[in-house]
């Protein structure tokens, strides 16, 4: 009789617990029986807020505007969004309560690989289909049944930048790396792919997530015999630093940056430091720059007319990931025609040609990415802007 | 020879950044026994007001003053909300509370301010300056005069001043400062504003090198408080000499040995300081107060 009653009371408090969640975090009524559920947990505060923020902006307004178009399937969605503000442990234990208590159909983002990787052994074990908005390729190599990704993966940022490279006959590489978690990451892809791409590598230096000063290190690439040309692996502040740096050096070398600074804040920041630099990025941010053939380009400008107009302020190409991962669901979710999160999977594994922001997806049983290098367009900073540099 | 420069000019600008912040722990830890762990929070609001000030249109210089106004006014509301209802409890206690109040005004400046990275201008351009063949940001010479200008005021207060002296009174025997008639109280709550000033001056001089953003002062902190470990905590030479040792420590282990050890470099060379003197370089002999 006691346990009973002690137990009874604990479904209680966790249900109180549940509802209060849904009302605050997702900062939605709890609705009727007939929505479906979609979770989140994104990097919204915290050291990654820069790629959670949007993506959370993103889902809640793209949410919205489907539901006003009468759902999917003739049921409403449902958002449930937490923040896990980029903390591994968090993120794995909003995804149970995400598949446990809020029971969701499917997870979009994961805003980092370390948060992704804690949230992925969940989605599998509860067989939910979970999107993920992170870069690595560990989260999709080797295959796991239920995760994909939308992003680009670092791999594949390597692979584009070293054949510009070569295209422009620079084959000697400087390259300098933060030591968090993707520029840990990129630089070790890049390190192994070199060889393969035609270039090498000549000098390897690091810098600490919030090192304020690079010039020795750039100082020692410098005075490397026979760089040519120099690429920096990260995201965040370092890059901005490091072109500030390479300027008060008087550092004449093709830079290099990686896709993590494609945002308007590291054009800002870097300043004029920042001219002539060349990145690999989805074509989101050249939008209105594409030639009116491209078949992203109706996808790309409409995306990031809407964001732009819904938040004020410039679009990323991070938000612009979790607006691919919940549009490629939700058509997974039409094709299925069900709310059942085995065949919302299947679905999702079968999509083809579908365009979004980061390029054409052609998801297979071996590649739960399904983007292409031709996805990513080779940008170039000219008078603080992104253009299309071939 | 370039290059040996290059790297001293590198491990002058990072260490002068670190002495500014270092010796805004040494007010507060002679007044009161405390490592104000918050301390490089006033930093980040110095850096954050300016910028946030300057884009609402207010010029320049007047943003400065605002910022250094709201981290004094942050400073205050410290001491009297946090520090002097704990007063009676002791200093590892006050200390944790200062961990608490930084994670409290880190979390209002997300919401207040916002998560991205700021700037401001250099003061005298960013066109580098170059001497004798290494680079060097104008703004460098900004942050030493700094260093130099608080170090010989804080200095100037603590050895020639009344109140100066009272702080070190207050310092040295609470109870007994009080019996000769020092008001104590206000001489914490004057450490607190003042040392919230010299960090908003400190964030507003180095945000044109080291960006800002509302988590800036976490890093800054405890490089800082590593730089007072080092010089011996509470003395202004020490965190002056204690910074720019850490930052050039840092600049020649990334340049001369390899830039994934440059942090480990310096907390090997710390180890090896503390083993031979514990109370850092120009640390006073700890004394157990009974």
Redesign the interface.
Known sequence: MKSECSGSNRGRVLAWVGAVGAVFLAAQPASAADTVKIGASLSI?G?A??LG?PEEKTLKIYVDKINAQGGVNGRKLELVVYDDAGDANKARTFATRLVEEDKVVAIVGGSTTGATMAMVPVAEDAKVPFISLAGAIVIVDPVKKFVFKTPHTDRMACEKIFADMKKRGLTKVGIISG?GGFGKSMHDECVKVASTSGVEIVAD????P?D??M???L??IK?KAGVQALLNADF??GP??VM?NI????ITLPVYQSHGVASK?FI??A?PAAEGVRLPAAALLVADKLPANDPQKPIAVGYAQTYEKETGKPVSTFGGHAYDGLMMLVEAMKRAGSADPVKIRDEIEKTKGFIGTAGMFNMTSTDHMGLDLGAFKMLQIKNGDWTLAD | MA?FL??T??GL??GA?YALVALGFTLIFNASGVVNFAQGEFVMLGGMGTVFAAAAGVPLPLAALLAVALAVVAGLLLDGLAIRPARQAGPIVLIIITIGAALVIRGLA?VFFD?????LPGFSG?A?IHIGGA???PQTFWVLAGTLAIFSGMWWFMTRTMTGKALRATAANRLAAELVGIDTRLVTTLAFAVSAGIGAVAGIL?TP???T?Y??G??LALKAFVASVLGGMGNPIGAVVGGLLLGLLE??A??YLS??Y??AAAIVVLLLVLFAMPSGLFGSKSVERV
């Open positions: 505060t050291p807020s820069f923020e030591t230096e690091t810098y600490g919030k304020s000063d010039t020795p290190q100082t020692n005075n965040g502040q901005a630093i500030r300027k008060q050096l008087g804040s800002d920041l300043g | 290059e290059q790297f000019s590198s600008t990072v950044v997300q998560k991205e990275f700021h700037k960013d580098s680079a060097v940001l180095i090198i080291t960006l953003n988590d800036i976490t890093m600049a020649f990334a340049g830039s994934s440059k942090d």
